[in-house]
């Protein structure tokens, strides 16, 4: 969780940025941060130690105390360039004589050596140096291909940067735009559900006001009215059983005339 990085800005999709006063709140706010932010003493304790020993020669270890310790630099020995003779204390002496003739010979082998390198140099130095100028050459388009390999990946990168931000963008865009179609649909829904609840209570209102409207009204039966109502009832019955009676003398009627017309028929 320390080391991720929180992306709050989409710069490929993002607008606005060019607008007056973006670029002073966005400089304003680096200098905020570089205000606020304390390096530790060793920020690169994180980091392998760095080993600088490893390509030093014995010369440049002792060149390297020398700057440590600031002692002069030696000046350079040139007495094996001259020929000097023998002291005048030795000027009688064999020896000294051959250590100078011996120098004199060492000088004229250094200068003869010279000589050689520089004819040699006449000869085959313009090869020597064309073969040089094409491993130059090769390394040079060796470099260029690698840093032309980089830029293609820093730009398949930043395309693919751009394609993931662009469609992040626009998938942010739809989700905001679900968000506020919920968020109105939520607020109809609760809109609705005030109304309903207003008409409820509407209703209960008037209907307990008619209840109490209609309470008074209503009075117990007495039993002289009771007794009114059976009677009523028995009389009602009496009529219905003697109307059933005569429809069923009539019918016994209309049958005996039926069977005396057909015994007329038949004689």
């Not at 760095?50 to 040139?78: H, P, V």
């Not at 939520?186 to 809109?191: A, D, P, S």
Request: proline share 4%; aromatic share 6%.
């Amino acid at each position: 969780m320390a080391n991720e990085i929180l992306v709050d800005a989409l710069p490929y999709f993002d607008v606005g940025f060019d607008e007056p006063g973006v670029r002073e709140m966005a400089l304003a706010m680096v200098d905020e941060e570089c205000r606020r932010y304390k390096p530790s003493k060793n920020y690169l304790e994180s980091l392998p130690p760095l080993n600088t020993a490893a390509f030093e020669t014995d010369l440049m270890k002792n060149e390297f105390q020398r700057l440590e310790s600031g002692a002069r630099m030696e000046t350079m020995n040139t007495k094996r360039y001259e020929l000097p003779a023998p002291p005048t204390g030795k000027l009688g002496e064999i020896q000294a004589w051959q250590e100078a003739v011996d120098n004199s010979f060492a000088q004229l082998e250094h200068q003869s050596i010279r000589y050689l390198n520089l004819e040699l140099l006449q000869k085959y130095g313009c090869e020597s140096w064309k073969i040089a100028l094409e491993v130059l050459v090769g390394l040079s388009a060796r470099a260029q291909k690698d840093l032309s390999e980089l830029k293609k990946e820093i730009q398949e990168i930043n395309w693919r940067r751009k394609s993931k931000q662009i469609e992040t963008g626009e998938k942010l865009n739809r989700l905001n735009q679900q968000w506020a179609q919920l968020v109105s649909c939520n607020f109809e829904i609760e809109l609705a559900i005030e109304t309903i609840l207003q008409q409820i209570n509407n209703l209960s209102q008037a209907k307990e006001e008619a209840v109490e409207e209609k309470s008074p009204e209503e009075k117990p039966e007495s039993p002289e009215a009771k007794e009114d109502v059976e009677v009523e009832t028995k009389e009602t019955n009496g009529h219905k059983e003697e109307n059933g009676n005569s429809n069923g003398s009539e019918e016994s009627n209309e049958n005996e005339q039926v069977d005396n017309q057909e015994d007329v028929e038949m004689s």
